[in-house]
């Protein structure tokens, strides 16, 4: 199921909100106004696209304890932040936190969409990176025992001859394991195998 | 209001007196007891009247090492006044034995009751019972030696002693503090010229006393004597110990003056006796008054003391607060101006789209007019935190005011800044102002010297600071970009800038200051090529019209 991109906009100030509101429908993009982090954290889950664009400072929570908050719920949504002008340190933190970008108050609207569109795509191309390795992790586990073997030692740069010697089979047999491997994979060369190899030492999925 | 300098410490040690003062005390002595050598017993020096004692005990407390010459000033005023009488062996033995006594008594004053004390109750209780035994002691001693010699006889001793004994006690209680209190003068001068009526009115109330103990009735009849308490008791009341001391030193001339005057033996006893109970009673409550005085002048420093360092405390955190303010400033002015600038710009979009009559487009320029409104209403607050409180106008010096900002901004990391040129007229007069406005305004008009001439290589600041009539005009002048025409005419109003980073703000508010304190910030025409603002403070006409 695809979903639309949303930019979930955060600021106290309802001129603020109403405003760019506007201007972002304006633009032709989709947006959901929230008047405090806490409301749009209710909101926000792993499935949700697009980016967030939050004000600084807020009454309750603060655009920084957002973006940890989002960090810590592995929302992966990118944050923008709106600065006050001059507002160094705080911007300097938020960048250190994970922040996708800021910007000043009042806010260049060609700047705004702008970093917004870079935002989406960003999140796009993240979301997809996420399936895909999901979906090849989801492959790894049809492998047997064997066909699991094969991969982790072509992925060490062995030779069939080597792997047979290694795991006391013939090289045929090493063949057969590495055909049966390489389809359940959907690998047509040894460098996406290799490629697939990596995915066996990351954490994610054991 | 007579000051006294109050310690607690011990006092300073005693020094060697000059030849000088040696001489002068040497003559003083020999003065004093001839004028007061009235009334002796058997043509011995035993008067109820002996000021000497009082300069004596004074001059050995204050300088040391002049026992030689005190014996010696005793002796001599015995032979030159009374003559030598048939025992001659007796008179340095006298002399000797009776200023063995002072020296004792001065000692043991420097050691237990410094004169410094004389400023409270208790330090004047326990001089005065000092003197007492002084007195007592040196009576014996002296009379003794008398009766031996059989100068005196022994049925005499008794009435002998008590007139020795009141004529020491009165020298000792009138002239010690009063030698050793010399620096009150001044200020007793000055507390006198304060209130002269109460000054006139005592002088009369002595003089009526005078009038009628010596020269109306009896001369015997001493129940007027207790005129003199009025004025005496009124300058202790008035002026402390030290106005009481001066009174009592007019009213002891004028007993001297007014015994001498009688052809027939006066009572002088008997009025020295009173003399001591209006000298103890007037020295207590002068000192009661002295001691209230002081406590009060010292507490009132301490209220001053503890105002100033709060004031102080409240300029920091006030200036500490501008720059806190600039930030929550930055941050409330920039919520309407991000709306008023989207709604703006969504204006202009749906406008572009061809679609002028677009529903959205009426109620969103009046949102973005009503946005504008908003920020000019925060503005309004901020100059409300300055110029809404009442300015605290006082005489202020600027240079020092300006010193401070320029060698601020010296110290910090701008650039260019070893080009700040300041150039003030030597005796600026004070001017009368807020000094937190007058700090605002100035680091706005350097700052933005500063802003303005930050791309220059060869930048220069220039602050000026002259008097022009009946007003002090401080100027910063730059060479930097300039203005351009449309700016300089909007210059003082809010969020005009030419700054890529500005707010427009610091000028608006920095003439508010000015006009706050009855002063004018406006824009003078540039002798280096950039900007130039004036500010024209009024003097200070207290203390800035003198010559």
Redesign the interface.
């Known amino acids: 199921m695809k979903i639309d991109p949303m930019i979930y906009l955060i600021d106290d100030d309802a001129a603020i909100r109403d405003a760019l509101m506007l201007l972002l429908s304006l633009r032709g993009m989709n947006a959901e106004a929230f008047s405090s982090a806490e409301y749009a954290l209710a909101k926000l889950n792993r499935d949700s696209r697009g980016c967030v664009l939050t004000d600084l400072r807020m009454p309750g929570m603060s655009g920084l304890e957002l973006l940890a908050e989002i960090n810590a719920r592995e929302i992966n949504l990118p944050v923008v932040l709106l600065t006050a002008h001059g507002d160094v340190a705080t911007t300097r933190a938020a960048l250190r936190g994970g922040a996708f970008d800021f910007l000043e108050k009042p806010i260049d609207e060609d700047i705004l969409v702008d970093v917004l569109t870079h935002a989406i795509s960003e999140d796009a191309r993240g979301h997809q990176k996420r399936l895909q390795t999901e979906t090849q992790l989801a492959r790894i586990n049809t492998l047997t025992q064997r066909e699991r073997q094969v991969l982790t030692l072509l992925g060490r740069g062995l030779q069939n001859r080597e792997i047979a010697i290694e795991l006391s089979i013939s090289p045929r047999t090493v063949e057969v394991y590495k055909a049966r491997m390489m389809e359940k994979l959907d690998c047509s060369s040894i460098a996406d195998v290799v490629k697939m190899s990596l995915l066996l030492d990351s954490p994610t999925r054991s | 209001m007579v000051s006294h300098t109050s310690k607690t410490q011990n006092p300073a040690k005693p020094v060697r007196a000059s030849p000088w003062l040696i001489a002068l005390y040497f003559v003083a002595h020999i003065a004093l007891d001839a004028v007061s050598y009235v009334q002796p017993v058997l043509k011995l020096g035993i008067t109820p009247l002996s000021p000497q004692t009082g300069l004596v005990l004074a001059f050995l407390y204050a300088y040391r090492g002049n026992f030689g010459w005190v014996a010696a000033a005793f002796l001599v005023s015995e032979i030159v006044i009374r003559g030598i009488p048939m025992h001659a062996w007796i008179l340095p033995l006298q002399a000797i034995s009776i200023t063995a006594v002072y020296q004792g008594a001065a000692w043991l004053l420097r050691l237990k009751v410094p004169m410094d004390g004389v400023a409270t109750l208790n330090g004047t209780l326990k001089f005065i019972l000092a003197a007492a035994v002084t007195a007592i002691t040196a009576g014996t001693v002296s009379v003794g030696l008398y009766t031996l010699a059989s100068l005196v006889p022994a049925d005499q001793f008794a009435s002998a002693l008590a007139r020795f004994w009141v004529g020491d006690l009165n020298g000792i209680l009138l002239l010690t503090p009063l030698l050793l209190r010399v620096a009150d003068a001044p200020s007793l001068l000055r507390a006198l010229i304060a209130q002269p009526g109460a000054f006139v009115g005592i002088l009369l109330g002595l003089f009526a006393a005078f009038t009628l103990v010596f020269l109306v009735g009896n001369p015997g009849d001493l129940r007027f004597f207790y005129l003199f308490f009025v004025p005496a008791i009124s300058a202790a009341l008035i002026w402390g110990i030290p106005g009481f001391l001066m009174a009592a030193l007019a009213l002891q001339i004028s007993l001297v003056l007014g015994v001498q005057r009688l052809a027939e033996v006066a009572p002088l006893v008997d009025l020295q006796f009173l003399m001591s109970t209006l000298l103890v009673t007037g020295l207590a409550l002068g000192a009661v008054v002295t001691e209230r005085e002081n406590s009060a002048r010292l507490a009132l420093r301490r209220e001053k003391q503890l105002r100033d360092s709060e004031s102080n405390l409240a300029r920091a955190s006030r200036a500490a607060t501008t720059g806190e303010l600039a930030?929550t400033l930055?941050?409330e002015l920039?919520?309407?101006?991000?709306?008023?600038?989207?709604?703006l710009?969504?204006s202009e979009?749906?406008m572009a789209d061809g679609n002028r009559n677009d529903a959205?487009l009426a109620p969103?320029l009046r949102?973005a007019a009503?946005?504008a409104l908003?920020a000019s209403d925060i503005l309004r607050r901020l100059r409300n935190f300055y110029a809404g409180r009442d300015p605290q106008l006082e005489s202020l010096d600027l240079q020092p005011i300006i010193e401070k900002l320029v060698e601020a901004l010296r110290r910090s990391e701008r650039a260019g800044v070893e080009s700040i040129v300041m150039r003030m007229d030597n005796a600026l007069p004070a001017v009368r102002a807020d000094r937190v406005f007058i700090e605002v305004i100035l680091s706005n008009l350097l700052a933005n010297a500063l802003d303005a001439t930050t791309d220059r290589s060869n930048a220069v600041i220039e602050i000026a600071a002259c008097r022009s009539d009946k007003t002090v005009l401080v100027s910063v002048d730059d060479n930097g970009r300039g203005m351009s025409e449309q700016i300089r005419r909007d210059l003082f109003k809010a969020f005009v800038t030419s700054k890529a980073?500005g707010?427009g703000v610091g000028l608006a508010v920095s003439r508010s200051l000015a006009e706050a304190c009855g002063g004018e910030l406006r824009l003078a025409e540039s002798s280096l090529g950039g900007a130039k603002l004036e500010l024209a403070l009024p003097i200070d006409d207290v203390r800035g019209e003198l010559p």
């Open positions: 930030s930055a941050h920039n919520q309407p101006m991000t709306a008023l600038v989207s709604y710009r969504a979009i749906m959205r969103t949102k009503d946005e908003r980073d707010l």
